[in-house]
């Protein structure tokens, strides 16, 4: 008896240290990188929201719900995170309905682009949060990358073990409980960097949204309608990731189809007096607070003429939760707006810690290589080795990552773009983009030349929606075509793909 209770309290011990240890080594997500911590915040609050806002950054940096509290009496909250893919946000409404039912969801629609998991990292931003239940469990499923392992959610200290020689002091003061960053799921910002020299679209091989998105689409519409909930679909008025007209006519139509309201803010510019010279905080991605004001203004319009959703500001209990919320957000904004006025701006910068593992790409040499004034421009080389010896850009375009870690640039060299990516901080080549004829591929390809000039380069490749692609070392070369000629070339990482 006596070894068995030994065996027990030793058991109970072990059990006790590694949940301790785990506790330590999970990422808190206060301070630059707050989106981590917005789906366990939803949990803290009263479910008794009569909007629930669904969607990736897109929703959750360009709706105020204090806004809609303040002038319309609604009170609605974001379940919104970094990258939230269809099938997420279809699992964070299920998961929200066993606690409430709204009387109206608002879904951004811009995550209609992704069919597949995309990123380790802001997967564990999404769902890490979840309390656990059937929900979270087929959330996971459905989100994780080919190198993930659902034990490694169960247990999250098998994935991050490697933190335990970065830990931080953050790290021991919220090792148990974390103070509010988002209000009511926004994520607020003060400060201004006007929209300039954003790029525009290249040319996509499908603009078909894919299976996987539809499907979860349906599901959430359906789920709306079996509970007796409006759907509203929205654009927020993002310039980048760039929003396609084919894109555009998709959601028109499925709109129609599903008698569901769409409104797309990149068209209400004027109606709503947005100007993104003013209301952006990172060059036309995301809103600042005065944007999306404008922005709120409008839908609680909307949900009040349209929806009939009354003004409860008069409810004492919930008037007082309000009062404490709003404290909070004005104090927040003296205290950027203090920050500003000391050249102390915020980071742009909002992106998931570097997922333990991650390794540094290598260059794809044995590619195809672009070259330019004497600079070879290797897929996933290191950029800042290459953009040295490159002539100065004309512009640069920097944007958080809505696909990898760090920032995005676009460096507009006139007749060709370079892409870039960030991995722990090291910028890499994503993509080179040929904008005119100026410029030709390492064997000779320009814009302009016939199919059968390509084919004899390069041979027949493989057909790709309306164009051709060869793939080598690691690497893609796309031509596109238009009444036989080529319309666009594009240099591609496949980690792109």
Known sequence: MKKIIRLLLCTALLVT??????????????????EGAFTAEYYRDEPDHEVLFLGDCEAYENFDPVYLWEHYGINSYIRGSAQQLVWQSYYMLEDALRYETPKVVVMNVLAMKYNEPQSEAYNRITLEGMKWGLPKIRAINASMTEEEHFIEYVFPLLRYHDRLFKLSSDDLKYMFKTERVSYNGYYLRVDTKPAENVPGGK?????????????????????????????????APSLYPYWYSEWEEQIEEYAAKRDLKYINYLELTEETGLDLTEDTYDGGLH???????????HLGKVLSEEYGLTDRSGETELAAAWDEKIRLYYNEISRQLEEAKAGQTPEVTKTPEPTPGIKAPEPKTGGYIFSFKGVDVAMDAEAKALTKDMPEAKSVYEAPSCAFEGVDRVYDYGSFELNTYEVSGTEYVSAVIFKDDLVETGEGAYIGMTIDEVEALYGSGTEEGNGRVYEKGGMKLRFFLKEGHVSQIQYL?????
Do not use: H
Not at 203 to 218: E, P, R
Not at 287 to 297: C, F, H, Q, S, W
Not at 493 to 497: A, K, P, V
């Open 17 to 34: 240290a590694l949940w301790f240890l785990q506790r330590l080594l999970v990422p808190k997500y206060f301070g630059d990188v707050t």
């Open 203 to 235: 040319q996509l091989t499908d603009y078909n949204f894919g299976d996987k998105a539809w499907k979860y689409m349906n599901m959430i519409a359906d789920l709306c309608e079996k509970k007796g909930i409006d759907l509203i679909l929205v654009k």
């Open 287 to 297: 809103l600042n607070v005065y944007g999306a004001d404008k922005i709120t203004e």
């Open 493 to 497: 990482s496949t980690i792109l793909e």
